[in-house]
């Protein structure tokens, strides 16, 4: 069910010198699912951010771009850095919603890529990660009471889909950050991933919370309360070319409400949960939303 599109090549690594302090505000939980469709290809995302004890939902996950056309962002695991103020807010969760992360893996790459004239394929990834390297370093070094001597790893994944070829293209730059010290900053591409066409399976891609869905909730969605579209799909695979892009946001939600169900049960690590919001990148210039059908 899963694709397996995966090869690893190591894009940069930078070392860091900055002086060891010790604070930091965790903030993480992210499952997002993307499938592709005969209209495109149809991301949807949870609405849950954990930042520390705290459960904040409606939190937008996608990275929308001026441009290029066609082409969606989003980043899992740790997305960034909030002020140091957070820490004596009273309330978190309203405080995400009024302020900026200092340091975000997510609008460093789209000021990157806002830049960029060519098409989504053609952009440089290398490049890419080593201007979010630099950032995060220069970041880290005016910023040193951040090591807390932990590692933390951030995904950045870039979605897009060719108008003339009718294919995606899903890219993954994985970083690793050693909090600490002399600590490292790696980053490699960990998904390449591109569409055949309508014939291939509409296999869903998962990102983030991708363990806990297969340890916890894969297994069991076929016993969830699903939409007929999922339960079809479940029964019988379709191709590309069979699935709408309404069945195929169907689906993802099915997959993301399943595991924000399960996780009362069984808890995450990280929170899932909070209304799921959908995007198709296909025909329009800009992504565009679309609307889940009722649960069943």
């Known amino acids: 069910m899963f694709s397996a599109a995966r090869r690893a090549a190591t894009l940069a690594i930078l070392t860091l010198q900055p002086t060891y ?32 004890s705290s459960f904040c939902d409606g939190v937008e996950k996608f990275i929308e771009l001026q441009r290029p056309e066609r082409l969606l962002l989003f980043v899992t695991g740790r997305r960034g850095f909030w002020p140091a103020s957070i820490t004596i807010a009273p309330d978190p969760c309203t405080f995400i919603k009024t302020n900026s992360r200092e340091f975000d893996f997510g609008e460093t790459a789209k000021a990157y890529i806002e830049n960029f004239s060519g098409r989504p394929s053609e952009l440089d990834l290398k490049s890419l990660s080593d201007h979010c390297i630099k950032a995060l370093t220069t970041y880290i070094g005016e910023h040193p009471y951040r090591l807390n001597g932990m590692s933390v ?63 916890h909730v894969h297994n069991r969605l076929k016993d969830e309360p699903i939409r007929q579209s999922t339960r079809q799909f479940l029964s019988k ?47 329009t210039a800009r992504p565009s939303k679309l609307t889940i059908s009722p649960p069943p």
């Open 237 to 283: 695979a379709q191709k590309v070319g069979e699935t709408s892009p309404q069945d195929a946001a169907d689906r993802a939600a099915d997959m993301i409400e399943a595991a924000s169900r399960r996780t009362l049960v069984v808890p995450a690590s990280s929170g899932i949960g909070g209304p799921v919001a959908v995007r198709l990148v296909g025909a």
């Open 153 to 215: 790893t951030s995904s950045l994944t870039l979605a897009s889909f060719d108008i003339e070829t009718s294919t995606y293209q899903i890219n993954t730059i994985e970083f690793s950050t050693e909090m600490t010290s002399g600590g490292n900053i790696s980053s490699k591409l960990i998904l390449d991933a591109k569409g055949s066409g309508d014939d291939e399976l509409a296999e869903p891609y998962v990102f983030g919370e991708l363990d806990y869905y297969q340890t």
């Open 21 to 52: 302090v010790g604070f930091d505000m965790r903030d993480d939980g992210t499952l997002i699912v993307a499938i592709p469709s005969n209209g495109g290809l149809v991301i949807a995302s949870d609405s849950r951010l954990s930042v520390e």
